[in-house]
Each structure stands twice: as C-alpha cells, then as structure tokens.
C-alpha cells in the first residue's frame, strides 16, 4: 500500500524559507515521477513541480521557477520541497503526488498521478 505523508508546512512571512518533506512507503517498482501541486484558497490545484524517479530530472511551474527546488532522497523514499522568497500568494495546501504513468514524467496533468498525501498547508503573511 502506497503511502505519501507530507510535513513542514505552517505560518511564514513574505521573504521567508521553508522546506516541505514527502515520506513516501510501499512504492511500486514501477514508479516514473513524483511531484508537489498545490491548492490555493477557492482555487483549483496547480502543478508546482515534478522530479524524475530514476533519472531525478526536475521541471517547474512558472510561477515558482526561480525560487522553489526539488530534491530527493532514494534511502530515505523522501522527496523535498524547498522554497525561498515565499509570496503571500504561494499560500495554499501543498500535496505530495506519485505516478506509475511514463506521461507523468512529461506532463503536469493531474490526473496521471495515482497517489496522493493528505496536504500540508503552508500560509505566507505579507
């Protein structure tokens, strides 16, 4: 059973750091990508970024390119958010997603990821 727990998210300031962490169990061996999107306040969800499982290849959103990060650790099936420079406007809940899909490793459609966390929310005061 696949298992995706977020962590690290809470109240920041505008300028502020902070890095969300994504303990992943039961992965399949089958495993393409694993990526963070997030759901604004009475938004929809939006991509933030991706990593490659194998070849660790990462793409960004636009509107955190520059400024967030993706990293992984294999030993520990944990991937990592780090974001700098955070805006009030990044405030949202932030989910941990992995996919069996080889689309998702070319793509940000939400629906060629098959597991989901629950959502940590991270809120950015101006």
């Known amino acids: 059973q696949v298992q995706l727990v977020e962590s690290g998210g809470g109240l920041v300031q505008a300028g502020d750091s902070l890095r969300l962490s994504c303990a992943a169990s039961?992965?399949?061996?089958?495993?393409?990508?694993m990526a963070w999107f997030r759901q604004p306040p009475g938004k929809e969800r939006e991509p933030v970024g991706r990593?490659?499982?194998?070849?660790?290849?990462?793409y960004y959103a636009d509107s955190v390119k520059g400024r967030f990060t993706i990293s992984r650790d294999n030993a520990k099936n944990t991937v990592y958010l780090h974001m700098n420079s955070l805006k009030p406007e990044d405030t949202a809940v932030y989910y941990c997603?992995?996919?069996?899909?080889?689309?998702?490793?070319?793509?940000?459609?939400?629906?060629?990821?098959?597991?989901w966390g629950q959502g940590t929310q991270v809120t950015v005061s101006s």
């Open positions: 997603a992995a996919s069996t899909y080889y689309s998702s490793t070319y793509t940000f459609r939400i629906q060629d990821y098959n597991y």
């Open positions: 990593i490659t499982w194998s070849g660790g290849r990462t």
């Open positions: 039961g992965l399949p061996a089958s495993m393409y990508t």
